[in-house]
Structures are given as C-alpha cells and as structure tokens.
C-alpha cells in the first residue's frame, strides 16, 4: 500500500494521519474515534447515491403528480392522441421468517392477517409506480387499462404484476 492508502482521518478533528502500529488514535487531540480514508470515501460515495435517489425520487413524484391511471380503456373528458404500448411493473416479495411466523399466529385465530396485508399493498403500490415509470420513460402522460395480478413462486415469494396500455391524452 502507498502512504495516501495508509492515511486515516480523526472524525473529531478531521486531522489526516498514518497510524503507529497498535495505536489508532489521532496524533493531534488524542481521539480513538478515527477510520481509513478510504471510508471516508466510500460514505462520500454512498451520501452522494442517496441524495442522486432522494433527487430521483423527487422528480418522479412531480411527473406522477398530473399522471392519470385508470382501469378503463378511456378516460372522461381526455381523448387519446396516441398509444405508445403495453407497460408493466413487478414487484416480487418474499416473507421473513418472523412475518411468516406472525402470519401463521394470526391465521391460527383467524380473522385478517395484517402483516401480509401491509407487505402486499406496498408490493401493489411499488408495481404501479414501476409501470408508471415505464410509461413516462415511453413520453405517456397517462395510462388506460389497468390490470393488476397477484402470483405465488413456491411458498415464500409473492408476485405482483401491473400491466397497463401507455397513452398521450388530451383535453376533450
């Protein structure tokens, strides 16, 4: 390793340093609460992906504010300028030991399972914003037709599926 590798950074005096053997603490203000450089890095990396995510994010639920979705193949007072094609979005889930557990208590007294009701909206939710995507990807500003699914993989992973048609409307 070269020295710059070696280097390790004090986070309370952010002091640069390269380590005496068995002794991490900063030189400066004597501190142990010190770490490679090379960290420092990789959580400026991984800051930057969450905030590129948040921006991301962002600018998605700003298209998806005026989006419209509908199961019907029309929308009332829109006309349909041009169909760009199918879309779908997925969301495959898997159970945790601990919610099949929890799900297997509540079924045993009956009534609603709410720990795989929660998972199941959220997959339903995930899959329509993924089909949402694919649609603003193609230019559509709305999609017709609707159809979501549910499908099971063996007997931990649920599948749910949002399939619709990607349209440009217009005001009537």
């Not at 068995?22 to 992906?49: G, H, I, W, Y």
């Not at 998972?119 to 329509?128: C, G, P, V």
């Not at 603003?136 to 159809?147: K, R, S, T």
């Not at 749910?160 to 005001?171: E, G, K, L, P």
């Amino acid at each position: 390793m070269t020295e710059k590798e070696n280097l390790w950074v004090c986070k309370n005096c952010s002091t640069e340093f390269i380590p005496k053997p068995m002794d991490l603490s900063c030189p400066k203000c004597r501190s142990n609460n010190t770490f490679p450089k090379v960290m420092k890095k990789v959580e400026e990396v991984q800051q930057r992906a969450l905030e590129e995510k948040d921006k991301k994010e962002q600018e998605l639920a700003s298209k998806m504010k005026d989006f419209l979705v509908v199961t019907t193949p029309t929308i009332q007072g829109y006309r349909i300028k041009k169909v760009l094609g199918a879309v779908s979005g997925l969301s495959p889930r898997t159970r945790g030991f601990g919610g099949r557990l929890e799900a297997s208590l509540e079924s045993m007294v009956g009534g609603e399972i709410t720990a795989f009701k929660s998972e199941i909206e959220k997959a339903r939710l995930e899959a329509i914003s993924r089909a949402i995507q694919a649609a603003l990807d193609l230019g559509a500003n709305a999609m017709v037709g609707l159809d979501m699914e549910t499908s099971s993989i063996g007997q931990t992973i649920i599948l749910i599926s949002a399939t619709a048609t990607a349209v440009q409307i217009v005001s009537e």
